[in-house]
């Protein structure tokens, strides 16, 4: 006798749930609803650019990664005018300049999260395509890939 937690059910059902926590941190609206309290504080102006997905001079960490998410590297410069925070987000792209999935934390991946076909895979080029600097607490660069 086959329970309900064997078979085609249980794998359908971690899917699901797997589906649903990769799709919950790649939206503004998902990191909006776990951030309301800080987004609600906001003048109507940002709270429409973070909607959207885009930053804009000024704007601080929390306000960066409400539109853009986690950043996939982030690297200090120092200069003569100081020091700067580079928050740099990767996607990658295959041998002939197509682009992977960009989701969740801007990843590829073959589906689950736990999944990776390095054969598949071998060609991806990891490619940044925007970077955010924050110099005294703030936005003060923003570097996007003119494509």
Request: hydrophobic content about 40%; proline content about 5%; some cysteine.
């Amino acid at each position: 006798m086959k329970t309900m937690f064997g078979g085609k059910f249980f794998s359908a059902m971690i899917g699901a749930v797997a589906l649903a926590l990769l799709t919950a941190c790649a939206t503004p609206d998902a990191r909006i609803k776990r951030n309301q309290a800080i987004f609600d504080a906001l003048p109507a102006d940002r709270q429409a650019l973070i909607r959207e997905g885009k930053v804009a001079i000024g704007f601080t960490p929390d306000e960066a990664r409400l539109a853009l998410g986690d950043p996939d590297q982030r690297w200090m410069r120092t200069d003569a005018q100081g020091s700067t925070e580079i928050w740099s987000y990767t996607t990658y792209d295959n041998a002939a300049g197509v682009p992977l999935y960009r989701g969740y934390y801007h990843r590829y991946y073959g589906g689950y999260p736990f999944y990776y076909d390095s054969l598949y895979y071998r060609d991806a080029r990891p490619r940044e395509y925007f970077k955010v600097g924050f110099a005294g607490g703030v936005v003060s660069v923003i570097e996007q890939e003119a494509r």
